[in-house]
Every structure is written in C-alpha cells, then in structure tokens.
C-alpha cells in the first residue's frame, strides 16, 4: 500500500502488525472485551501510532532521498521492538483460537483449522473491499493519481498531504487486522514483527514490488513454498525457503512475477 501510492518502502510495517497483535491480545485475552470491539480499539490505537510517526518521523524526510526514507524505516522499526517491549514487558504468550483449536474434518484425513478458515475469509473480504476503494471512489482514484505522477496530481487538485494520511492509515488498519486475526497461530511477542516484516517484504519482492496482485500472488506461493518444503524436506529449514526464493527470484526476475521492466532516462 505505502510503497504502490508514496513509493515508500516501510520496513518498520513488521512491528506496526506486532502492535496492532498484542492490543488485540490485551484487549481481548487480558481485558476481557468482546473480539469486535477489542478488534477495533487496536485498529483505531495503531492507526494512531502511525500516524504519529508518519508526522513526527516520515513527513519532514518524505521528498528526501529514498536512503534517507530506508534508513529511518529501518530505525523506526527497531525503536517500535524496543518501546512495545517497555509497555508489554519481554514475555510470550499464547492467543485463544476464536473457534476452538479442533481441526474441522474435510474429507478422511484433509483437515483444516478453524482460525485459518477466518483469516483466509476475512483476507478475501478485506482484498477485495480494498480494489473497490482503489477503483470506485474518488479518494481511491487520487491514490492512484498520485502513485502514477505525484506532481501532475496536485496540478489536478489532488491533495497529496491528505492522500499520505490516508494511505498510512489504510496501511495501519490492515497491519492491525491482520496481526489480531493470525495471533492465534503464533507465540503473541514483541519480537514477532521482525520475521513476519521480512517475509512480507520477500512476498512483495516475488509478486512485483509496489503491484498489489503480486504481492498476493507473492504471499500464496511463498506460503505454498513453506509448508510443502517444510511437508517433504523439514520444518527445520521453513524460514530459510523464504530466503532462497528471494535469491532465485532477484537473480532470474528481478521485477518479481507481474512486475514490469522500467528503463529510466538519465
């Protein structure tokens, strides 16, 4: 989202979803709220971090270099491990599955999990609400403006300092969602966001960087790529795949699967 419309890539999105986890784990586990509202007090709570960073931290530096805009996500995302680790303490925890942890029974032995029915779900819903904002409202249509020509956008009247506030708050919403909903398949921590931030940046990479097709297209294989590696090879080696298809995909396709070459004038 960040890197399609303001071509930013935030490597500190890994923690903004470990943020958006441990609310949810908080809100819903520790404070006994109701699932729908402890998932919305973490959407509204870490849509306002980032965009207190994007404020404080991204707005003075956004039309500087992009090693400028590297180096910052880079620190924005240790500095966001370190201060949830002050105000969620060190620990690890478990997250209840939302629907009990008993796999359903498809057919003989081809069983799925509950929870991953939910965010599977939910993860259609939330893709395909997303390209009817993109293509059929106004806001969606400048976001696109912007992500083609930021200049001739605001020649056209398009306000590109409100399209960046929406388009972090979009991103936040969906890092928020995502980490609340998959809690339950992973130990809740301050120190889950890191590995999570890499694979999401190598599932973009694998799509097309910046191509919201490919970065689905990314997700689903690198997933695929996992399980069975981990099914026929050992589990012992699951993060690493993801790292070896990188390697593979940089030096075969470096513009990633639906990406496109780009040849620049100088």
Known sequence: MLFGTLRIANFAQGDIYMIGMLLGFTFYVNAKLPFAAALVLSILITIA?????????YQPILKSSS???????IGMATFLRNASQLVFGTESFSHPHLLGATPWIIS???????QSVIITGSC???????????????TGLAMSAVSMNQ???SLMGVNYGVITTITFAISAALASVI????????TVSTNVGAMIGL??????IMGGFGNPAGAILGGVLLGLIESLGSLYISSAYKDAFAFIVLIIIL???????????RITKV
């Open 49 to 57: 971090v980032l965009l207190v960073i994007q404020r404080a931290v």
């Open 67 to 73: 090693m400028y805009l590297f180096i910052t996500t």
């Open 108 to 114: 003989g032995t081809l069983t799925v999990m509950p």
């Open 124 to 138: 259609i819903v939330l893709v395909a609400a997303l390209m009817l904002f993109m293509r059929k409202t106004k």
């Open 151 to 153: 200049f001739a956008a």
């Open 179 to 186: 980490g609340v909903l998959t809690a339950p398949l992973f």
């Open 199 to 204: 694979k999401a940046l190598i599932a973009a």
């Open 251 to 261: 030096f075969t396709r470096p513009q990633g699967l639906l990406g496109r070459k």
